[in-house]
């Protein structure tokens, strides 16, 4: 019989919900200014010869810059469940809500596919973190949690 690792009913979140963090016009947008920026810059590459080599390690660094972030834009997933909200976006952050002292919702009705709503948290005095979600269910969550939060304050 197989090794199978059950893992412990008490750390299990039945209520945890999970989406990406951006919608696909975003991604897709994105991805047309990433293949622009490509196409300017394959114009301007037999110039390169001409660069010095500090130039050249400006360049590459940028490159690997603009890929990771449109990366992160690709798979960025958003998860929350009742005791946590965590993103994969850039650097992974995960907060507790129960540390959570102020929250507010920016969602924009009938234009969510081109303005990601967004979650700003508040952590103690001077910390601030965004999660950006597109999935509806996530999206109902930080409502949820949101109006928990103004009624408890």
């Known amino acids: 019989m197989e090794n199978i690792k059950i893992p412990k009913l008490n750390k299990i979140s039945f209520n945890e919900v999970s ?7 975003i991604k897709l947008l994105s991805s047309v ?5 490509v196409y300017l810059s394959s114009q301007a ?25 449109q990366l992160s834009i690709w798979f960025s997933t958003t998860q929350i469940s ?22 507010k919702l ?12 967004r979650l700003v948290v508040r952590v103690g005095m001077a910390n601030f973190f965004v999660f950006y979600a597109s999935n509806p269910e996530v999206l109902e969550k930080f409502f949820g949690l949101v109006y928990k939060k103004s009624v408890s304050i």
């Open 19 to 25: 989406g990406t963090s951006f919608p696909l016009l």
């Open 33 to 37: 200014l990433i293949a622009g920026i």
């Open 45 to 69: 590459l037999p110039k390169i010869e001409e660069l010095n080599l500090a130039s050249i390690g400006f360049v590459a660094l940028v490159t690997l810059v603009i890929g990771f972030f």
């Open 82 to 103: 009742d005791t946590h909200i965590s993103q994969s976006w850039m650097f992974k952050k995960k907060i507790a809500i129960k540390d959570i002292a102020q929250c």
């Open 106 to 117: 920016i969602y924009v009705p009938f234009f969510s596919w081109i303005i990601t709503p």
